[in-house]
């Protein structure tokens, strides 16, 4: 139930199945009580907010025309889904969302039998839904396949591949295309939504489908032109020109926000003989929340914030965001080098560039949401003597891992990656997490990997991929604000392969990559005021290793310890290896890595996200004392 809205009709809706109970002129005012619900949820808990509020409508219609969860539902990113959520039976912990041990901020198959497809990245829906409804045909079952894609997931090559392969899926597939940036069509108004309902009627495909029986019995020319004809006829009328030739039966555009338009075609689409459907709806991205309307990128993801005012409920920062180091430090050095540039992925303000762009808009490029591409297009302009830099967020550039291999490291082209939002993410939870880009890029020849500790060694790491010319280079940074260190105002050319120490000991030795390299320090303290001498290095490279470093280290040190947020395969095992392959191990040193789970670990406040990941101070101190065959009794001692 509501803690601060009134919503009578919604307080009657639990599942899909209550929904359906109701008249439908009914169904403009549950729409209206849902979007107060979702607004005032979102307002408590923080999340996406824009996306939810455009699908609002056609949510309550979907769940009201298709039968689900026989129907599979599958909303593509998920990150709109909070709607559906409250219709599926998930109201009353709709006010947990992104918090530990809450609701999901995307479509979670162990969540709900509503969420048949667990969905975090883009453009993967129609392969999904596709799979769902072939399943259904070949066991014969009933229960369609629905997809809804927005506009921008279609970027993505990915959506292509599956359309083109869904001929097999007969009507069972449906696909939403939600145009929520008026990038495909123009404005829809009445006629358009008229021919829709026209088209998608059972009279009309049932006389297309006679039409066409007797087109085929016309000699060949005569049953070309009748067939074309059709086809211009319709593409004249409605558009959808592409959807059909990839083997879809397209209706649209419609108003995605008017119940009256949406009811009819989609019934008309659920009963419908012919083929794969495509229904293209047109949606306002913050729909009937003035402030999300007015904003649309700033109300896309949001902070807590004031349902009244709009005014999103921040802490004040203590440092600037790594992104932003990162795109502003890129775009001074391009003032001097006219060969830098910076590709993004759809996310321009997610990983700074839009800092660059301002500052170089004809060296500046969005690609949308096509990571393959991206790395790509990085490679050949890298090959054309250009220094390109792909920022791209961890998580998504596994998306992008086969080019990133064959058309960069292989070719050893200087792309340099930046690699936004590695590591834990906390609310986002597992699919967001940057937890395998060190595994995934230290195993490749020719590749240099580093991560920054801080916001200025950010700043030094993105100088120095920008005059690395030999080959790929990859610099890793997390998500959220920097420290508060002071930034440099001469950007450093680090010596690649080569770390640092930042304290010096002589019985522990904490190596250290990356961000975590602060709770090394504070383990430090307490390690020392335990009498063990303690000396923390900063590795800055994952690849090539500082072996000398390391190896002095190992031969000065009872016990080295590696720390990294990163999964197995990274650090650790490369530190493991170096020292079997120099019979290191043979002289009974204590070697242990700390590294993230072999796990994926669930949303929560980034803090708890560590100590279960065994990677804050008191963890980093346990393993030593144990290293040590000491007891933990200093645990709790160091938590303090």
Same mark, same amino acid.
């Not at 792309?415 to 986002?428: C, E, H, M, W, Y």
């Given at each position: 139930?509501?803690?601060?809205?009134?919503?009578?009709?919604?307080?009657?809706?639990?599942?899909?199945?209550?929904?359906?109970?109701?008249?439908?002129?009914?169904?403009?005012?549950?729409?209206?009580?849902?979007?107060?619900?979702?607004?005032?949820?979102?307002?408590?808990?923080?999340?996406?907010?824009?996306?939810?509020?455009?699908?609002?409508?056609?949510?309550?219609?979907?769940?009201?025309?298709?039968?689900?969860?026989?129907?599979?539902?599958?909303?593509?990113?998920?990150?709109?889904?909070?709607?559906?959520?409250?219709?599926?039976?998930?109201?009353?912990?709709?006010?947990?969302?992104?918090?530990?041990?809450?609701?999901?901020?995307?479509?979670?198959?162990?969540?709900?039998?509503?969420?048949?497809?667990? /969905?975090?990245?883009?453009?993967?829906?129609?392969?999904?839904?596709?799979?769902?409804?072939?399943?259904?045909?070949?066991?014969?079952?009933?229960?369609?396949?629905?997809?809804?894609?927005?506009?921008?997931?279609?970027?993505?090559?990915?959506?292509?591949?599956?359309?083109?392969?869904?001929?097999?899926?007969?009507?069972?597939?449906?696909?939403?295309?939600?145009?929520?940036?008026?990038?495909?069509?123009?404005?829809?108004?009445?006629?358009?939504?008229?021919?829709?309902?026209?088209?998608?009627?059972?009279?009309?495909?049932?006389?297309?489908?006679?039409?066409?029986?007797?087109?085929?019995?016309?000699?060949?020319?005569?049953?070309?032109?009748?067939?074309?004809?059709?086809?211009?006829?319709?593409?004249?009328?409605?558009?959808?020109?592409?959807?059909?030739?990839?083997?879809?039966?397209?209706?649209?555009?419609?108003?995605?926000?008017?119940?009256?338009?949406?009811?009819?075609?989609?019934?008309?689409?659920?009963?419908?003989?012919?083929?794969?459907?495509?229904?293209?709806?047109?949606?306002?991205?913050?729909?009937?929340?003035?402030?999300?309307?007015?904003?649309?990128?700033?109300?896309?993801?949001?902070?807590?914030?004031?349902?009244?005012?709009?005014?999103?409920?921040?802490?004040?920062?203590?440092?600037?965001?790594?992104?932003?180091?990162?795109?502003?430090?890129?775009?001074?050095?391009?003032?001097?080098?006219?060969?830098?540039?910076?590709?993004?992925?759809?996310?321009?303000?997610?990983?700074?560039?839009?800092?660059?762009?301002?500052?170089?808009?004809?060296?500046?490029?969005?690609?949308?949401?096509?990571?393959?591409?991206?790395?790509?297009?990085?490679?050949?302009?890298?090959?054309?003597?250009?220094?390109?830099?792909?920022?791209?967020?961890?998580?998504?550039?596994?998306?992008?891992?086969?080019?990133?291999?064959?058309?960069?490291?292989?070719?050893?082209?200087?792309?340099?990656?930046?690699?936004?939002?590695?590591?834990?993410?906390?609310?986002?939870? /597992?699919?967001?997490?940057?937890?395998?880009?060190?595994?995934?890029?230290?195993?490749?020849?020719?590749?240099?990997?580093?991560?920054?500790?801080?916001?200025?060694?950010?700043?030094?790491?993105?100088?120095?991929?920008?005059?690395?010319?030999?080959?790929?280079?990859?610099?890793?940074?997390?998500?959220?604000?920097?420290?508060?260190?002071?930034?440099?105002?001469?950007?450093?050319?680090?010596?690649?392969?080569?770390?640092?120490?930042?304290?010096?000991?002589?019985?522990?030795?904490?190596?250290?990559?990356?961000?975590?390299?602060?709770?090394?320090?504070?383990?430090?303290?307490?390690?020392?005021?335990?009498?063990?001498?303690?000396?923390?290095?900063?590795?800055?490279?994952?690849?090539?290793?500082?072996?000398?470093?390391?190896?002095?280290?190992? /031969?000065?040190?009872?016990?080295?310890?590696?720390?990294?947020?990163?999964?197995?395969?990274?650090?650790?095992?490369?530190?493991?290896?170096? /020292?079997?392959?120099?019979?290191?191990?043979?002289?009974?040193?204590?070697?242990?890595?700390?590294?993230?789970?072999?796990?994926?670990?669930?949303?929560?406040?980034?803090?708890?996200?560590?100590?279960?990941?065994?990677?804050?101070?008191?963890?980093?101190?346990?393993?030593?004392?144990?290293?040590?065959?000491?007891?933990?009794?200093?645990?709790?001692?160091?938590?303090?």
């Amino acid at each position: 139930m509501s803690q601060t809205s009134d919503t009578p009709l919604l307080d009657t809706v639990n599942l899909p199945a209550d929904l359906r109970k109701l008249a439908p002129e009914q169904l403009r005012q549950l729409a209206d009580e849902l979007r107060t619900e979702m607004i005032s949820a979102v307002g408590t808990t923080g999340g996406h907010l824009g996306s939810g509020l455009g699908v609002v409508e056609l949510t309550v219609a979907i769940h009201y025309v298709f039968n689900t969860p026989d129907d599979k539902l599958i909303w593509d990113v998920g990150h709109q889904a909070y709607p559906h959520k409250i219709l599926t039976g998930r109201r009353d912990r709709i006010r947990t969302l992104r918090q530990g041990g809450g609701l999901s901020g995307f479509t979670k198959r162990s969540e709900s039998e509503y969420d048949p497809f667990g /969905a975090a990245h883009s453009s993967t829906s129609i392969s999904a839904a596709l799979g769902f409804a072939i399943a259904n045909k070949l066991q014969n079952q009933p229960g369609k396949g629905i997809a809804v894609i927005g506009d921008g997931a279609m970027s993505a090559g990915m959506a292509y591949e599956a359309m083109n392969n869904a001929t097999e899926a007969g009507n069972r597939l449906v696909v939403i295309l939600n145009d929520n940036d008026m990038s495909i069509a123009p404005p829809v108004g009445g006629l358009s939504a008229y021919l829709a309902k026209i088209v998608s009627s059972r009279p009309f495909l049932e006389l297309r489908e006679v039409a066409r029986k007797i087109s085929r019995k016309l000699p060949e020319p005569l049953h070309i032109a009748a067939r074309k004809t059709d086809e211009f006829a319709r593409g004249m009328a409605m558009g959808g020109t592409l959807f059909e030739e990839l083997g879809f039966y397209y209706v649209g555009p419609i108003d995605g926000h008017n119940l009256d338009h949406l009811i009819p075609v989609l019934e008309n689409v659920r009963d419908a003989a012919e083929g794969p459907c495509l229904i293209h709806v047109v949606t306002q991205k913050g729909k009937g929340y003035a402030p999300a309307e007015a904003s649309a990128d700033k109300y896309h993801g949001v902070q807590k914030f004031d349902v009244i005012t709009g005014e999103q409920v921040k802490a004040p920062a203590k440092a600037p965001a790594y992104q932003n180091v990162f795109g502003e430090t890129l775009a001074k050095l391009a003032e001097s080098d006219p060969k830098i540039c910076a590709i993004t992925a759809a996310m321009p303000s997610g990983t700074g560039v839009d800092k660059f762009a301002k500052a170089h808009p004809t060296r500046s490029f969005d690609v949308g949401i096509a990571e393959q591409h991206a790395v790509t297009f990085a490679a050949g302009l890298a090959a054309q003597g250009m220094r390109p830099f792909a920022a791209i967020y961890s998580t998504f550039l596994q998306r992008a891992f086969d080019q990133v291999v064959h058309d960069v490291a292989i070719q050893n082209l200087p792309v340099r990656f930046a690699i936004d939002r590695a590591g834990l993410v906390g609310a986002d939870g /597992a699919t967001h997490a940057g937890s395998f880009d060190i595994t995934y890029l230290a195993t490749l020849p020719n590749m240099v990997v580093m991560a920054a500790a801080d916001e200025a060694e950010l700043v030094h790491m993105t100088y120095t991929a920008a005059c690395h010319d030999s080959g790929p280079i990859a610099f890793r940074y997390p998500r959220g604000n920097g420290i508060g260190v002071p930034l440099p105002e001469v950007p450093q050319r680090l010596e690649i392969g080569k770390g640092r120490i930042v304290r010096e000991g002589t019985k522990v030795a904490l190596l250290s990559l990356g961000t975590r390299l602060a709770e090394a320090l504070k383990a430090a303290e307490v390690l020392e005021a335990k009498g063990l001498s303690t000396t923390v290095a900063d590795l800055r490279f994952a690849k090539p290793l500082d072996t000398d470093l390391i190896r002095r280290l190992m /031969a000065s040190h009872e016990v080295v310890v590696t720390v990294e947020e990163g999964s197995i395969g990274g650090l650790g095992a490369h530190v493991l290896t170096m /020292a079997s392959d120099e019979g290191l191990l043979d002289a009974g040193l204590k070697i242990r890595t700390l590294r993230l789970p072999d796990s994926f670990q669930d949303h929560d406040n980034p803090d708890k996200q560590y100590d279960e990941a065994g990677l804050n101070a008191p963890q980093i101190v346990d393993t030593v004392l144990k290293a040590l065959r000491h007891n933990s009794a200093g645990v709790e001692e160091a938590r303090a």
